[in-house]
C-alpha cells in the first residue's frame, strides 16, 4: 500500500504528472466509450455531472486529494461526452436516417476523390432530398459513393442523382462501418443517372491546393512512365492508383507499402533519416530542423491537407522537436497532448483508426528504442574482429545508427498492430526497408526538383526526371524481388490480449532504461 501511496502523492505533488494523468484517463475514456453503441440523449445527464464535478472542484480545490479525484472523474466524463458529441442524431434531417430506399439527392462533394484501378470514390455532403412526393428537403450527413474512372467529378462540384442508400456492412475482419463514421460517413449511396448542377462549390482554399496537385499530377505523367510515375506521385503526395494489383501486392508482402502512404508511420522514419543526414553532411542542429519542418508542410499542402495528412504532418514534427530539443525525456509527454489534441478533433480515431495508431507507435519507437538499439550496435562494433578497421566500423556505425536502427525500431513497435489488425506479417519488412528507405529522402528531393522545374521549363525538368527514374526503378525492382517470393509474409493474426501484451512488454522495457 504504501507503495502506491508514494505514486499518487508523486502524481498529486506535480502539476505535468497530474496534467498527464488527466489526459490518460480522458484517452481510455474515449476508447472504451468508442467500442459501445449509444444514445445522445445521454448527453445531457454528463452535462449535469460535468456541471456537479466543476462546482465541487471550486469547492475543494485546496485539498489536493479531493481535487485530483475530481479532475480524474471530470475527464472521464469528458472522454464519454466527447464520443456522444460526435455522434450524429440519425433523424428525418440526417440522410441515413432515409437508409433502404431510392431517394433524388443534391450535394456537393467535400473531398478529393480516391481513385482506385476500376473507379472512383466519392464522398459528399448531402444538401437536398426530394421525397417521394416530389417535395424537396433540406439534410444534413454525407454519403460516400462509387462511378465508373469516366465521367469524372472533381471537389466541389454539386450533383444531383438517384441514389439507393444502404447501412455499410462489416465484414469479418473489418468494421467497416466504424472505419466510414472516422469520416462522419453512416450511409453508402449505389447512384444513378448522376448530373453535374454546378462547379467549385467547395471551400476555395482546398480547391486551390487540389488544383495544384492536379497540375502537378499531369506533369508527373508526362515527365515518368508506369509504375515509376506513380512510385514519384506516392512518395511526393500519397498517390497510388497508378500501380497494378501485382506491385500494390509486392509492395505489401516486401512491407514497404508505406513508403507511398500518407502516413505518420512512413513521414517519422523519413525525417528521422533526413534529419541525421543533414547533420552529418555539416547542417547545424537548427538548420536541419527547419528544413525538414518546410518540408513536412510541403508535403502536407501536396497531398491535399487531408486529415491523415496533417496528422502524419503532426507526428513528423513533434519528432523534429524532440531531436531538435535533444531531450527524450518530454517526447513523450509531447506525443500524449498531440494525441489528444487529434483525439478531441476526432474521438473515433483512437480505436478505429489503424493508421494514427502506426503513427504513434512508430514515433514512440524511434524516440525510445533507437538509443537502446544504438547501445547494442556499439557493443557489436567494439568486437575484437572490428577494432583495427576504423573506416569500415565508421561507415557501419552510420549504416546502423541512421538506417538500420530506426528502421528496425519502428518495425518493432509497429509488428504487433499490423499483426493483429491485418492478419499478416512480412518477414523481409527490415531488410526490404533497410534497402529502400535510406533512398527515400533523395528520390523525394529529385522527383521535387523534376516537378518544379518542369513548371518553370519542361525539358530541364526530364532531365533531372531521368535521374530520379533509375532511384525509382531501384525501389520497384526491391519491392518486387522481396514481395514475390512465397514465403515473404507470414499469415498470422494474433488475438488482441497477445497484441496488447506485447505492448505492455515494449512499454516496460523503455520505461526501465531511465536513460532513455
Known amino acids: 500500500m504504501g507503495g502506491v501511496r508514494d505514486f499518487l502523492t508523486s502524481i498529486i505533488e506535480s502539476k505535468n504528472k497530474t496534467l498527464l494523468a488527466c489526459c490518460f484517463c480522458f484517452l481510455f475514456s474515449v476508447g472504451f466509450t468508442s467500442l459501445f453503441s449509444f444514445d445522445k440523449n445521454y448527453l445531457l445527464y454528463f452535462y449535469l455531472m460535468v456541471f456537479c464535478l466543476l462546482f465541487l472542484l471550486i469547492l475543494f480545490f485546496e485539498k489536493k486529494i479531493f481535487r485530483f479525484v475530481l479532475l480524474i472523474f471530470l475527464f472521464l466524463v469528458f472522454g464519454i461526452a466527447r464520443v456522444l458529441l460526435k455522434i450524429p442524431v440519425i433523424d428525418e434531417n440526417h440522410v441515413a436516417f432515409f437508409q433502404n430506399e431510392k431517394y433524388e439527392i443534391t450535394g456537393i462533394i467535400s473531398s478529393e476523390p480516391n481513385t482506385k484501378i476500376n473507379g472512383r470514390e466519392y464522398e459528399m455532403e448531402v444538401v437536398t432530398l426530394i421525397n417521394k412526393d416530389k417535395t424537396s428537403k433540406k439534410i444534413a450527413g454525407k454519403v460516400l459513393f462509387r462511378s465508373l474512372l469516366y465521367p469524372e467529378y472533381f471537389y466541389g462540384d454539386k450533383l444531383q442523382m438517384i441514389c439507393a442508400l444502404k447501412e455499410p456492412k462489416n465484414s469479418e475482419n473489418f468494421n467497416y462501418k466504424k472505419f466510414l463514421a472516422v469520416k462522419d460517413i453512416y450511409v453508402i ?52 492508383s497508378g500501380f497494378d494489383e501485382e506491385i500494390k501486392d509486392n509492395f505489401a508482402r516486401s512491407g514497404i507499402t508505406h513508403i507511398v502512404a500518407v502516413s505518420g508511420y512512413n513521414i517519422t522514419i523519413i525525417v528521422w533519416i533526413l534529419m541525421n543526414f543533414l547533420i552529418y553532411v555539416g547542417f547545424y542542429r537548427q538548420q536541419a530542423f527547419w528544413v525538414c519542418l ?121 509488428l504487433p498492430l499490423i499483426s493483429y489488425s491485418f492478419g499478416f506479417f512480412s518477414i523481409f519488412s527490415i531488410p526490404a526497408n533497410v534497402m529502400v528507405i535510406w533512398f527515400v529522402p533523395f528520390l523525394m528531393f529529385l522527383s521535387f526538383v523534376s516537378v518544379v522545374l518542369a513548371f518553370i521549363f519542361f525539358p530541364l525538368g526530364q532531365i533531372i526526371a531521368w535521374f530520379a527514374n533509375v532511384g525509382l526503378s531501384y525501389v520497384i525492382i526491391i519491392g518486387e524481388k522481396f514481395g514475390s517470393w512465397s514465403f515473404s509474409v507470414v499469415n498470422w493474426q494474433i488475438p488482441l490480449i497477445v497484441c496488447l501484451g506485447c505492448y505492455v512488454i515494449l512499454f516496460k522495457i523503455i520505461a526501465k532504461n531511465p536513460k532513455l
Open 189 to 240: 449511396c449505389y447512384p444513378q443517372n448522376i448530373e453535374v448542377l454546378e462547379r467549385n462549390q467547395g471551400n476555395k482554399i482546398m480547391a486551390e491546393i487540389l488544383s495544384l496537385k492536379n497540375k502537378i499530377n499531369n506533369l508527373t505523367t508526362r515527365l515518368w512512365g508506369e509504375p515509376e510515375r506513380t512510385l514519384a506521385a506516392g512518395i511526393l503526395y500519397g498517390e497510388r
Open 294 to 414: 518546410i518540408l513536412i508542410f510541403t508535403f502536407v499542402v501536396f497531398t491535399g491537407a487531408s486529415a491523415s495528412a496533417m496528422r502524419a504532418g503532426l507526428m513528423g514534427s513533434i519528432l523534429l522537436f524532440t531531436q531538435f530539443l535533444g531531450r527524450k525525456s518530454e517526447a513523450f509527454n509531447l506525443l500524449v497532448y498531440a494525441a489528444v489534441f487529434l483525439i478531441i478533433l476526432n474521438p473515433f480515431i483512437l480505436i478505429w483508426d489503424v493508421g494514427f495508431q502506426l503513427s504513434f507507435l512508430a514515433t514512440v519507437g524511434l524516440v525510445y528504442l533507437t538509443p537502446a538499439l544504438e547501445k547494442k550496435a556499439e557493443l557489436f562494433l567494439s568486437l575484437k574482429f572490428l577494432r583495427k578497421k576504423e573506416k569500415i566500423k565508421n561507415f557501419l556505425f552510420l549504416v546502423i545508427k541512421d538506417y538500420l536502427n530506426p528502421t528496425l525500431a519502428a518495425t518493432i513497435f509497429t
